[in-house]
């Protein structure tokens, strides 16, 4: 996977390389400059532009931080990053266009933007994932993405209202629109579908 390494306005971080037989901690310096990293990128993927820093020395500086037994620094600013961004991207969604159809199609390119950012940040702190989210009993990024994108749904009246409102008014109509809101809902959790829909109105909507 390619990714630019130029962003105009953002500042370059150098993260350095864990050498091995040398000191056994890691300087807090270090630590701040690789969570700022870590930070921005999470917010340029979301951004869908070009990332400041290639996704090599990324994962180099999760992989020396968890290393040196700071995972849970780490996973804190992913986690706090990425909840940030989720608002971020659905504060939009309050505003949308009453018309139901094109409703469903800006929450679907949402959901849709917000997926690709959440598995490329798992590609970039994937060591983090399979060592320090594992044996600390974390929730992994993939399961996180999930997770805040169906609380932010489920606690949102707005977007739960719109969201219900928007597939009665598709009843018999774009079948596309339809099933990528049922896959979505049931990405998120077998069942999730039946906390917007309990008597079944999504596949009713999908016509006969």
């Not at 970039?124 to 399961?143: A, G, S």
């Not at 990405?187 to 016509?207: I, K, N």
Request: with cysteine.
């Amino acid at each position: 996977m390619e990714n630019g390494n130029e962003l105009t306005g953002r500042r370059m971080f150098k993260i350095q390389a864990f050498k091995h037989g040398g000191t056994s901690t890691i300087d807090p310096e270090t630590v701040a400059i690789t969570c700022k990293a870590v930070t921005q990128t999470i917010c340029e993927l979301y951004a869908q532009g070009n990332i400041s820093m290639s996704f090599e020395d990324l994962y180099r500086g999760a992989y020396n931080m968890i290393l040196h037994k700071k995972g849970e620094e780490l996973y804190s600013v992913v986690e706090t990053t990425m909840t940030s961004e989720v608002q971020s991207l659905c504060r939009p969604l309050d505003a949308a266009p009453a018309d139901g159809a094109a409703f469903l199609q800006e929450l679907l390119a949402k959901w849709n933007q917000h997926i690709k950012a959440v598995n490329m940040i798992r590609d970039m702190l994937m060591y983090m994932d399979r060592t320090y989210v594992f044996t600390n009993h974390k929730t992994p990024i993939k399961e996180l993405g999930l997770r805040l994108w169906r609380e932010h749904m489920i606690h949102s009246d707005k977007i739960r209202e719109r969201l219900v409102d928007a597939v009665k008014q598709q009843r018999g109509g774009e079948d596309e629109l339809i099933a990528g809101v049922n896959k979505m809902l049931e990405e998120l959790g077998e069942d999730v579908p039946g906390l917007f829909f309990p008597d079944g109105e999504l596949h009713d909507a999908a016509g006969p």
